[in-house]
């Protein structure tokens, strides 16, 4: 038998800034961008769910949640003090793990597959990491448990916040049957209303498609979700988990047609980038320049060059597809800076080594 979970910290940067300052625990508290009295740009990254009961979740405009609760808590992000807590949770849920596959900084898929017997002992054997965390690190965390990745994480996100929620085996219909199509892994909005176009609105309704006609639609994916819908997923936790791509992003004050801004955010999100980059021990081998116009649409240009850690070359590459694609009488209001193509570089030090 099979048994996976999902572990999940709930409103996570928000539950770090609570760690060391007690005063803000059961108040309103936002962590993300300058609210600036409601003339702010950039989002909510998290909020707890005091915040939530006023209608502010992550994701949304930070001007519209200062319209909706102006004296909630607003603090800016401290990606370091974060990370630095994430270690510390994935080493205590590493310690209880089989096989460990953290997805980012807040969650981590295990296999405990030789630990428990059943979902019973797998119940009880979650809240004994649930305990650890609250004991040890003092964080609040939700625990999905199943057979599969995909059916862990969807019992996480039903447990949530500070539950634990388990589907069997016999349970794994029901529980699917009345979910929205987007709640499975891989269903966006566009997949959503072209599934809903072909009349699947629920996954149960989903998991009766011909896969043959969901081919036909989709390709292989079509079949992937087919599976998906029928609680099937064979993908193992793994353990070797690469970090794909790294990458910073920036929202101007105010929208601008300011080559001196663009390239001055630029450099500055390298300079974010790189710092990464040889954390991980990596060199990159394509460089994409991401920009986001006043009227929201996105361009995203990319380079291959020779393998490189050099700081400048995501400079000059990005300065360059910002010459040479941009379109000047357009004002930017986002920039983004990302690497991927990596390879290890030898000798360099691993996120393990940091992690010692
Ligand atoms: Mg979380």
């Not at 990606?79 to 807590?85: I, L, N």
């Not at 019973?120 to 305990?131: G, L, M, T, V």
Request: charged residues 35%; contains cysteine.
């Amino acid at each position: 038998m099979r048994v996976i979970m999902l572990v999940d910290m709930d409103y996570f940067f928000v539950a770090c800034e609570e760690l060391r300052n007690k005063d803000i625990i059961g108040k309103p508290t936002v962590v993300g961008f300058d609210p600036k009295e409601g003339k702010g740009r950039g989002v909510v990254m998290t909020c707890n769910y005091e915040a939530r009961k006023f209608g502010i979740r992550s994701g949304m405009p930070i001007s519209m949640a200062y319209r909706l609760k102006p004296d909630a808590i607003y603090l800016p992000l401290d990606y370091d003090w974060y990370e630095k807590v994430s270690k510390d949770v994935m080493s205590v849920i590493k310690e209880r793990a089989t096989k460990f596959e953290q997805v980012s900084v807040d969650e981590a898929f295990i296999d405990v597959s030789d630990k428990v017997t059943d979902f019973d002992e797998a119940r009880i054997y979650a809240r004994r990491i649930k305990d650890d965390i609250r004991s040890r690190i003092g964080l609040p965390c939700t625990i999905g448990v199943s057979y599969n990745k995909l059916l862990a994480k969807m019992a996480c996100e039903s447990a949530k916040p500070n539950g634990i929620g388990v589907v069997t085996e016999s349970e794994a219909k029901a529980f699917l049957e009345g979910k929205s199509t987007d709640d499975l892994y891989g269903v966006g909005r566009k997949t959503k209303e072209r599934l809903e176009a072909m009349g699947y609105r629920t996954v149960g309704e989903l998991a009766k498609a011909n896969p043959m006609d969901m081919m036909e639609h989709f390709g292989a994916f079509g079949i992937e979700l087919h599976d998906y819908a029928n609680g099937i997923d064979s993908s193992e936790v793994n353990e070797n988990y690469e970090i794909k791509s790294i990458s910073r992003e920036y929202t101007f004050e105010r929208d601008t047609s300011s080559e001196k801004d663009v390239i001055g955010a630029i450099d500055r999100l390298a300079n974010e980038v790189i710092g990464d980059v040889k954390k991980n021990g990596f060199a990159f081998k394509v460089v994409t320049l991401k920009i986001r116009y006043s009227d929201f649409s996105e361009h995203l240009r990319s380079r291959s060059i020779r393998y490189s850690n050099d700081v400048r070359e995501i400079m000059n590459v990005c300065a360059q597809l910002y010459r040479d694609n941009a379109e000047k009488e357009r004002k930017v209001r986002k920039i983004g800076v990302r690497v991927s193509g990596f390879i290890k570089r030898k000798g360099q030090k691993s996120m393990e080594d940091f992690a010692k």
